[in-house]
């Protein structure tokens, strides 16, 4: 019988210490690589950065434009325009309160006889108030005034993005459009539109929306706080077709 080798003891530590350095260095190398390629979000402006990265632009088939154009909650603007222009945003984003001061005024400044805009709930799940505030503004439109609570809340985002509780601030809202509010109070806490602003949220996951503002002009998607110039590009084109 061949005699059995013996590994010599003192090669077991130091095998031990080369695994070790090989994990080490493969460890940091992998960091690097995370870093270099921008890596995991870890707080919420990465992750808003993140939602703001625009997909692959795609134009809705009239079957899914039907869908997101019809039963809408919120709506304006003249019902046979050529150009309908549905909008999935969110109170608490800042990017979508970035547009609502620069092109969508200068959309509706432009265009605004030509235009059905119909506005949908997608409240990201890393903003803390945004189902709140989507569901204060349809309570408000309960007394013919979302679109002026749709406007204050955009105004104000800033100053209640950042409360822990935004009750008095949204009191204060209430009370500076003249809204009655018991009623208000009444309806937000009922939870009257807790469902429906969840159905928007999934409406928009079953068209391709990962992130807020996202837009879709006669279907034609368009993502992010877009300059004017963009948004006008794709109107146009819509216009004359």
Not at 116 to 137: K, N, V, W
Not at 144 to 160: C, G, I, R, V
Request: charged share 25%; hydrophobic share 40%; proline share 4%.
């Amino acid at each position: 019988m061949a005699e059995e080798k013996k590994i010599p003891s003192f090669t077991m530590p130091l095998l031990a210490i080369l695994v070790a350095v090989a994990a080490f260095l493969a460890g940091s190398f992998w960091q690097k690589i995370r870093v270099l390629e921008g890596g995991t979000p870890r707080n919420e402006a990465a992750q808003e950065e993140t939602a703001q990265v625009p997909p692959e632009e795609m134009v809705l088939g009239a079957e899914e434009v039907a869908k997101i154009s019809e039963g809408g909650a919120v709506v304006k603007g003249k019902e046979d325009a050529p150009l309908t222009i549905v909008e999935f945003s969110e109170y608490q984003c800042p990017f979508c309160a970035r547009y609502v001061e620069d092109a969508y005024l200068q959309i509706w400044e432009e265009y605004g006889d030509q235009i059905r805009y119909i506005f949908r709930d997608f409240p990201l799940s890393f903003h803390q108030h945004a189902q709140t505030m989507a569901e204060g503004a349809r309570c408000a439109g309960d007394q013919d005034q979302y679109w002026e609570m749709h406007d204050l809340l955009f105004e104000k985002n800033a100053e209640w993005s950042v409360e822990e509780d935004v009750s008095t601030l949204l009191a204060g809202y209430t009370s500076q459009l003249g809204l009655d509010v018991k009623e208000f109070n009444n309806c937000l806490d009922s939870g009257k539109y807790t469902q429906a602003v969840k159905d928007d949220f999934a409406l928009g996951q079953s068209v391709g929306v990962s992130g807020t503002p996202t837009f879709f002009i006669n279907g034609q998607q368009l993502v992010g706080a877009q300059p004017f110039e963009a948004f006008k590009t794709i109107i146009e084109e819509a216009l004359n077709q």
